[in-house]
């Protein structure tokens, strides 16, 4: 049984920073489809950066060089660095993994395994 629990969010303000983390079990499971997205209430879930197959992640346009996506393959930690937060960054944050096969980087049906997510508040 796959498990991705995320750690790391919280309140901050406009400019701050968080880092966000995806403690992903057992150790030994392995993909190279995986990454986070958001959701706003309200709206759909959007993806914010992925591996997609590779060693170097993928970004939504709207991170602009903010976030960085990184894995921690010895503990198997998958880490988001978010960085000059807005307000519009606001939102739950959830990791996914495994590829399902269904839809593209950017699409949620992608992805085989999600976490509880992780709320971000951005506010002054």
């Known amino acids: 049984q796959v498990q991705l629990v995320e750690s790391g969010g919280g309140s901050v303000a406009p400019g701050g920073s968080l880092k966000l983390s995806c403690t992903i079990s057992?150790?030994?499971?392995?993909?190279?489809?995986m990454g986070w997205f958001r959701q706003v209430p309200g709206k759909e879930r959007e993806w914010v950066a992925v591996?997609?197959?590779?060693?170097?992640?993928s970004y939504a346009d709207f991170t602009k060089a903010r976030f960085d996506l990184t894995h921690d393959a010895t503990d198997n930690i998958m880490h988001l660095q978010l960085d000059n937060l807005k307000p519009e960054d606001s939102g739950m944050y959830f990791c996914?993994?495994?590829?399902?096969?269904?839809?593209?980087?950017?699409?949620?049906?992608?992805?085989?395994?999600w976490g509880q997510g992780t709320q971000v508040t951005v506010s002054s």
């Open positions: 996914v993994a495994g590829r399902s096969g269904r839809g593209s980087l950017n699409s949620p049906q992608a992805y085989t395994y």
């Open positions: 591996f997609w197959g590779g060693l170097l992640p």
């Open positions: 057992p150790k030994t499971y392995v993909s190279y489809y």
